[in-house]
Nanobody
């Protein structure tokens, strides 16, 4: 059974940093893509970042480029999202998701239709 468990969320002041973790079980990374997504209150879920393990490609939403970094520890089956220079607009529930076909983007947009999803971790950035 595929499971994804996020952790690392919390309350941080604007300008601060957090590192989110996504521990995966039930599969090995191999050809998968794993993405980070977020959903703020009253807004649609949006893609934040994605990593495609076959070639190590990484992708970011324009709103987080230069501030967020996606990485992985394959030995621990864990994907991280390092978030720096946080601002109140980053406040959201953050989810990780996995796609077994390795799709990170469709038509240049981060793919939100991945097959497997975690339950999310809340990030709150105070001003």
């Amino acid at each position: 059974e595929v499971q994804l468990v996020e952790s690392g969320g919390g309350l941080v002041q604007a300008g601060g940093s957090l590192r989110l973790s996504c521990v995966a079980s039930g599969f090995t990374f191999d050809d998968y893509a794993i993405g980070w997504f977020r959903q703020a209150p009253g807004k649609e879920r949006e893609g934040v970042s994605c990593i495609f393990f076959l070639d190590g490609s990484t992708y970011y939403a324009d709103s987080v480029k230069g501030r967020f970094t996606i990485s992985s520890d394959n030995a621990k089956n864990t994907v991280y999202l390092q978030m720096n220079s946080l601002n109140p607009e980053d406040t959201a529930v953050y989810y990780c998701a996995a796609d077994p076909v390795g799709v990170c983007r469709i038509s240049g947009t981060l793919y939100t239709g991945m097959d497997y999803w975690g339950k999310g971790t809340l990030v709150t950035v105070s001003s």
